[in-house]
T-cell receptor, first 115, second 114 residues
Framework: SQKIEQNSEALNIQEGKTATLTCNYTNYSPAYLQWYRQDPGRGPVFLLLIRENEKEKRKERLKVTFDTTLKQSLFHITASQPADSATYLCALAGSDAGNNRKLIWGLGTSLAVNP | EPEVTQTPSHQVTQMGQEVILRCVPISNHLYFYWYRQILGQKVEFLVSFYNNEISEKSEIFDDQFSVERPDGSNFTLKIRSTKLEDSAMYFC????????????FGPGTRLTVT
C-alpha cells in the first residue's frame, strides 16, 4: 500500500540554522509533491509545490528538492526563526490527478526553533 | 486575501445524531475537498467535488456521509448517524484554476461525538 514517511522525531534547532526535513514515499508515483505548515488546532497552510519533472524549487527562505528515483523530497528552511516552529506536512498527488487532486499525507515533522 | 471559512468551529453531538459541517470555499475556486484529522494522526482524504458532483471518495466516506453544494457558495458535509470514531477535526479545502494544484484549507471544525 502507499506509504509516506516523514522524520518521526521532532526536530530542534537553533535560530539562524538551516532546518532540513525529509519525506520518503513508497508504492506511489506522484505527479507532484507539496509541503504544508500546520500550527496546533489549525488547518494546513500551503508552502511549496514541486512537480515530478522538477528537481528543486525555492521560495524566499524555503527550498524543496524532489528525487523520484530515491522517492524522496527534502524541505529546507534557511536562517530559521522561532516563528518557523510548527509541524510541516508532506502531501502527494497522483499522476492521474485530472479533476480529482486528492492529497495523501505524511504524519508531519514537528520543528522547534530555539532563540 | 480570500480565505476558506468553516462553521461551527466546534460541534459536540451525541452518538447517532446527524451533523452538518459547513464551509464557504474561496469564491472563484472550482475544486472542493473534505479531509479529516484524528488527534495525533495524519490528515485523511474523505471526498473531492468538482462540477457539482463527487469526483472521488475514500473508504472512510461511506453511506453515512454526504456532501452538497446547495447554492454556489456553501459546501457542506453531512454525517447522518455519528459514531464515536467520527470525532476528529474536519477540514474543508478548495483550489482554483486548472493549472493550480495548491489547496487552501479552512480553520477546521472540531467534531466531538459523545
Amino acid at each position: 500500500s502507499q506509504k509516506i514517511e516523514q522524520n518521526s522525531e521532532a526536530l530542534n534547532i537553533q535560530e539562524g540554522k538551516t532546518a532540513t526535513l525529509t519525506c520518503n514515499y513508497t508504492n506511489y508515483s506522484p505527479a507532484y509533491l507539496q509541503w504544508y505548515r500546520q500550527d496546533p488546532g489549525r488547518g494546513p497552510v500551503f508552502l511549496l509545490l514541486i512537480r515530478e519533472n522538477e528537481k528543486e524549487k525555492r521560495k524566499e527562505r524555503l527550498k524543496v528538492t524532489f528525487d523520484t528515483t530515491l522517492k524522496q523530497s527534502l524541505f529546507h528552511i534557511t536562517a530559521s526563526q522561532p516563528a518557523d516552529s510548527a509541524t510541516y506536512l508532506c502531501a502527494l498527488a497522483g499522476s492521474d490527478a485530472g479533476n480529482n487532486r486528492k492529497l495523501i499525507w505524511g504524519l508531519g515533522t514537528s520543528l522547534a526553533v530555539n532563540p | 486575501e480570500p480565505e476558506v471559512t468553516q462553521t461551527p468551529s466546534h460541534q459536540v453531538t451525541q452518538m447517532g445524531q446527524e451533523v452538518i459541517l459547513r464551509c464557504v470555499p474561496i469564491s472563484n475556486h472550482l475544486y472542493f475537498y473534505w479531509y479529516r484529522q484524528i488527534l495525533g494522526q495524519k490528515v485523511e482524504f474523505l471526498v473531492s467535488f468538482y462540477n457539482n458532483e463527487i469526483s472521488e471518495k475514500s473508504e472512510i466516506f461511506d453511506d453515512q456521509f454526504s456532501v452538497e453544494r446547495p447554492d454556489g457558495s456553501n459546501f457542506t458535509l453531512k454525517i447522518r448517524s455519528t459514531k464515536l470514531e467520527d470525532s476528529a477535526m474536519y477540514f474543508c479545502a478548495s483550489n482554483g484554476r486548472d493549472s493550480s494544484y495548491e489547496q487552501y484549507f479552512g480553520p477546521g471544525t472540531r467534531l466531538t461525538v459523545t
